[in-house]
């Protein structure tokens, strides 16, 4: 069993060799290149993995926020009587007989 012998070009950017990470082969350097999910491999173009997207930073949570908020206090009428509707006013009393104002 011989090996492969690699002929250097004067086109290649280097004479340098190197192995495949993946498949153990030897190729010039400028045919390995990173693989896209483990940079620190070299690999050949048959041993390159597609991109995993589940190694992304996952994305930013959805600002779920009203524009306005409802008080946690609790609503107080600025006169502190009975409020009754009449049609389409409202009446406010404080014994249910004298109104102190209508609301139209």
Same mark, same amino acid.
């Given at each position: ?5 690699? @002929? ?5 950017? *280097? ?49 779920? @926020? ?10 107080? *009428? ?5 409020? *009754? ?6 009446? @406010? ?12």
């Amino acid at each position: 069993m011989s090996g492969k012998f690699i @002929v250097p070009n004067a086109s290649d950017p *280097t004479y340098g060799l190197g192995i495949c990470a993946r498949c153990s082969r030897k190729f010039k350097l400028a045919e390995l290149h990173p693989d896209p999910n483990y940079p620190a491999l070299m690999v050949c173009d048959e041993d390159t993995d597609d991109y995993d997207p589940y190694r992304l930073a996952p994305r930013k949570e959805d600002q779920v @926020v009203l524009p306005f908020v409802r008080p946690d206090l609790p609503l107080t *009428t600025q006169p502190s009587g009975l409020i *009754t509707q009449d049609g389409t006013q409202f009446i @406010v009393s404080e014994d249910g007989q004298r109104f102190l104002f209508v609301v139209d």
